[in-house]
């Protein structure tokens, strides 16, 4: 059974200032991760990917992926109120045998950011 | 712009009845997927298909069925619905069956099971 854990929150932050959101995963098979945005109501929406260790930065959303931890981060610098979303970390990592991969979701964390 | 529509948005349905719930893609993508999505579970799978005629169980497919005749659709079917069916339901896409693959998700369908 492939887990992905995220801590369910809420995470309050004061805007302007940088959220962290976390997320393990059971599988060391995993190869891809991403991040999903869902506002109250709305379909998730993806806002990063990550494919190897290290840092990636798209415009206030870094990721950061460390393998060997099984550990993916998410951080948003100069939090708005508009980033006030459930974040969810999904995990791809291949099937075995099959020949195709299976894309597990984490339940979000949801984040609150107080003007 | 290529999306993906789910229809109905919202439905009420009582239980027993056979329900279907209709997702269509523009994408012209390979893979779709249903997921349903409860407080407390996140995200689960259902159904999913690589392809026309090719149909796969995910991890709470009892009770739900899928067909896949063509490239653009993948309608779920609920047999006998049942109150623990109530969940709200997303249907979504991606064009490689590879590692890299994100999913792009249609606006999903709330349904209520009396």
């Known amino acids: 059974q492939k887990e992905v854990e995220q801590n369910s929150g809420p995470l309050s932050v004061p805007e302007g200032a940088i959220a962290s959101l976390n997320c393990t995963y059971s599988d060391r098979g995993s190869q891809s991760f991403f991040w999903y945005r869902q506002y109250s109501g709305k379909s998730p929406e993806l806002i990063m990917s990550?494919?190897?260790?290290g840092d990636k930065e798209d415009g206030r959303f870094t990721s950061q992926l460390n393998k060997a931890s099984q550990y993916v981060s998410l951080l948003i610098r100069d939090s708005q109120p508009s980033d006030s979303a459930t974040y969810l970390c999904?995990?791809?990592?291949?099937?075995?045998?099959?020949?195709?991969?299976?894309?597990?979701f984490g339940k979000g964390t949801k984040l609150s950011v107080i003007p | 712009d290529a999306e993906i529509t789910q229809s109905p948005r919202h439905k009420i349905t009582e239980t027993g009845r056979q329900v279907t719930l209709a997702c269509h893609q523009t994408w012209n993508h390979n893979n779709m997927f249903w997921y349903r999505q409860d407080l407390g579970h996140g995200l689960r799978l259902i159904h999913y298909s690589y392809g026309v005629q090719d149909t796969n169980k995910g991890e709470v497919s009892d009770g739900y069925s899928v067909s896949r005749s063509n490239t653009e659709d993948l309608p779920l079917t609920l047999e006998s619905a049942a109150s623990s069916q109530t969940s709200v339901y997303f249907c979504?896409?991606?064009?490689?069956?590879?590692?890299?693959?994100?999913?792009?998700f249609g606006n999903g369908t709330r349904l209520t099971v009396t």
């Open positions: 990550i494919y190897s260790n």
């Open positions: 999904a995990v791809n990592a291949p099937n075995s045998g099959a020949g195709s991969y299976q894309l597990t």
């Open positions: 979504a896409s991606s064009d490689q069956t590879g590692w890299a693959s994100p999913l792009h």
